[in-house]
């Protein structure tokens, strides 16, 4: 399974962007699928994530109410819709896919850069 994320850039505060995570080798309906941060220096963090079979999200605190995980399996991608962001959400963003008999994320796409400035 490869992932790729993509989507992030520069926006200011209060500004929307829609993070894109796509497969080849798999198909992702089949997985379930996390977000995730990372600030140098910091641990990483779960953002959110969509389960493989029944849909259900979960997503951090600091993000509930912003960020929404969605799937579209016609297009073998998940997106996370990040509304209203702030700064404190500048961080690399990775997607990552969980197969149904691991308890691990064993795939990760390779990162982008999100960053929140005026």
């Known amino acids: 399974v490869q992932l790729q994320a993509s989507g992030g850039g520069l926006v200011q505060p209060g500004g929307s962007l829609r993070l894109s995570c796509t497969a080849s080798?798999?198909?992702?309906?089949?997985?379930?699928i996390g977000w995730f941060r990372q600030v140098p220096g910091k641990e990483r963090e779960g953002v959110s994530c969509?389960?493989?079979?029944?849909?259900?999200?979960y997503y951090t605190d600091s993000v509930k109410g912003r960020f929404t995980i969605s799937r579209d399996n016609a297009k073998n991608t998940v997106y996370l819709q990040m509304n209203n962001l702030k700064p404190e959400d500048t961080a690399v963003y990775y997607c990552?896919?969980?197969?149904?008999?691991?308890?691990?994320?064993?795939?990760w796409g390779q990162g982008t850069q999100v960053t929140v400035s005026s």
């Open positions: 969509i389960s493989s079979r029944n849909g259900n999200t």
């Open positions: 080798g798999a198909t992702l309906n089949y997985y379930a």
């Open positions: 990552a896919a969980k197969g149904a008999a691991s308890s691990t994320y064993d795939y």
